[in-house]
């Protein structure tokens, strides 16, 4: 079975061989990986690393809300530089494309924002517990990662000055939330000529939603969504996600608004404390995030 980790630290120019040996020495005097091998699941260490890894990034995956929020984007580099303009202009006749202000103008977003989970456990436990509650309880990780990454997208939302929104103001949300309300915001952004996609709204709000027969006739299944219960697709051709960590209601273009880039995905590294008598697992990410076009995205009171 191939090793995504070990794939993925051999191609990073940061990381390497080098890197990827002293992860392995750490595994091997490590009690953690050493149960999974002890158990016969796996037949050496870059395998338990490997499983370990997967286990973190399913629980990951499942629930990367922020993502579903801005255009994502792998990188390498310490440093990106975006150009602003979004819109390809036409032009009568022949020649070079016409420079534009918005060409000119460049945003640099550092992909230097890094944060960490881990768990931990007592050598005795490690003897004692099957590799089934320790694996249960690890991927605890890539949810926590998830969570705190999408903290941060949606604080680069709230933090945009009402001002730079589609409206040029923030939006009043009604209690309990009106179709109008979902209509009129969406139209704000196809009015700056962006073409909103993902409407983000808290539990509550999207509660309000269920209430309302226009958006009930709206929506739809769709299989491949494998985050089932947090998506939910419409015939609006806008997909509507909902998570406690959304304090006001957003209606985006997330092909224009901005990117979160990801230097390095959650990944997993040995972790021990003898002078504790305490073993583990840590798990990290790095990744940059930024606004390039404010207007692509109205925000609601609530």
Known sequence: MSNHLQESILKDPELGQRYWDELVAKAQRNPFFAKAIKEGLYSDVAG?????QDTVWAAARAATIGRELLKVLATKNALERFPCEVIAYAFDGEGPPKKTAARASMTDIKAN???????????SFLEDASW???????????????????????????????????????STIASPITWANITDNLGYVE??????????????????????????????????NIKKGVIQHTTLDVTFIRSSLITKTLFIDTNAVGVLLVRRD??????????RNVYGVVGSQRIGLGILRSKAVQRGSR
């Open 132 to 170: 089934n509650v320790l694996e249960w309880q690890t991927e605890a990780i890539g949810y926590a990662l998830a969570k705190r990454e999408t903290e941060k997208v949606v604080a680069l939302y709230n933090a945009i000055a009402a001002a730079d929104l589609a409206n040029g103001s923030e």
């Open 113 to 123: 924002v890094e944060f960490s989970s881990g768990k931990e456990w007592t050598e």
């Open 191 to 224: 009015g700056q000529d962006f073409h909103p996609n993902v409407v983000a709204v808290s539990p509550t709000v999207y509660s309000e939603l269920l209430r309302l027969d226009q958006f009930i006739h709206g929506l739809y299944l769709d299989p491949r």
């Open 266 to 275: 959650s990944t997993i590294k040995p972790y021990e404390d003898p002078a």
């Open 48 to 52: 338990a690393l490997g499983a370990v």
